[in-house]
């Protein structure tokens, strides 16, 4: 049994259960591709195969009214230190692991696990082979602009992330 994202046909995120039962109002957790469990509350099914064995289900957005990556809420802890990506790639959302996951789909990387930016691999003892060049990904990036809370995000904006992958880096060699 395994509960996994899915793109429904309405373009939303939402979850696929193979091999076991949800409905709605259900709390399940759900295995992103970068092997994380993150718990979401079924909406509704959307679909089910005549046995039972697959569904489809919408999931509730995690803030009311709004969905996808506006319902995340950064944890400012969570990336002390590295704060100058903080403000792109690692702002965690499942559309920016989708585009980043096909954006390296020759390969096989995967977004957060062997893909980031050139600050991460820096700061996990990796520095970048030469001659690689970055892969560009779109990705979206909140917005702090909030005069009287700069923790706020009072946005979305696009912005292109040059990215590196585990086949681009080699171990740093210190002194
Ligand atoms: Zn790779």
Redesign the pocket.
Known sequence: MAISYAKLNNGTWGIRAQGVQVSAGDQVMVLTKAGVAKPERVAKIVWSAADGSVMLAAIEPKTTGTTGPKAYKPNPSQFAGHEADATEFETYSQKNAARVNAA?AS???VAYT?VFTVNRWDAQGYRVAPGQAPVQVQTMRPKFDDPADKQKVTGWVWTLTPLF????VVKAVKG
């Open positions: 390296f390969c096989g990387c062997s992958c585990s086949h681009q």
